[in-house]
């Protein structure tokens, strides 16, 4: 148990339709980072947030998009979906003292999958 | 950039034999190196972390690799392999912030009683 939850665990949704995932950090965690995980394939990153701040993007349009919040729960978005956001979607929180860096441990969720149709 | 390759997408031993999962990586900068597991439905655990510290690692259940800067290799080993070992393996690269970490493809360890 690493203590970050996410909800839901299983979704279905159809092509064109948003999403929201949420993601409870670890207590005392104020940077969550966002990835993608394809079947088959390691995990992509997404974003991070730090202080309810997005600190970084991957490779990955702008109909992705995220919150964070004053608790350090966040939420990750994606609008008009495809067929090929098929994935199990992972959070991941960790303690920074500044956005320029940290080599804290990062605290994975048990991922949320999402299944496009 | 960094990059991450996971030399074998799958390797199979024997209970009781070493574990050897290979990595290699790409970055211009000096890198962070970390390695974590994967159960089935479930979410990535960290094994072991290179922090520009000792090159050589210990991490959790028995797990250690070595940091190689001439090889650009940071290699996961185990000495004897254990059923519950079973599952898959990620590398990962960061140059400055864990959390932006660049994942290899991982490797499928089956364990053989």
């Known amino acids: 148990e690493t203590g970050v939850t996410q909800s839901p665990t299983h979704l279905i949704k159809t092509r064109g339709q948003q999403v929201t995932l949420r993601c409870s950090s670890q207590s005392g965690h104020n940077t969550v980072s966002w990835y993608q995980q394809a079947l088959g394939q390691g995990p992509q990153f997404i974003f991070q947030y730090y202080r309810e701040e997005e600190n970084g993007r991957g490779n990955f349009p702008p109909r992705f998009s995220g919150l964070q919040f004053p608790n350090y729960s966040s939420e990750l978005n994606v609008n008009a979906l495809e067929l090929d956001d098929s994935a199990l979607y992972l959070c991941?929180?960790?303690?920074?003292?500044?956005?320029?860096?940290?080599?804290?441990?990062?605290?994975f969720g048990p991922g949320t999958r999402l299944l496009v149709l | 950039a960094q990059s991450v390759t996971q030399l074998g997408s799958h390797v199979s031993v024997s209970e009781g034999a070493l574990v050897l999962l290979r990595c290699n990586y790409s970055?211009?900068?000096?890198?962070?190196l970390f390695w974590y597991v994967q159960y089935p439905n479930q979410g990535l655990q960290l094994l072991l972390k290179y922090t520009s510290a000792a090159t050589l690692v210990k991490g959790i259940n028995g797990f250690e690799a070595e940091f190689k800067k001439s090889e650009t290799s940071f290699h996961l080993t185990k000495p004897s392999a254990h059923m519950s070992d079973a599952a898959e393996y990620f590398c990962a690269v960061s140059v400055s912030n864990a959390g932006k970490s660049t994942f290899g493809d991982g490797t499928t360890l089956t364990v053989k009683p």
């Open positions: 970055s211009s900068v000096p890198p962070y």
């Open positions: 991941a929180s960790s303690f920074s003292s500044g956005t320029s860096g940290s080599r804290e441990t990062q605290y």
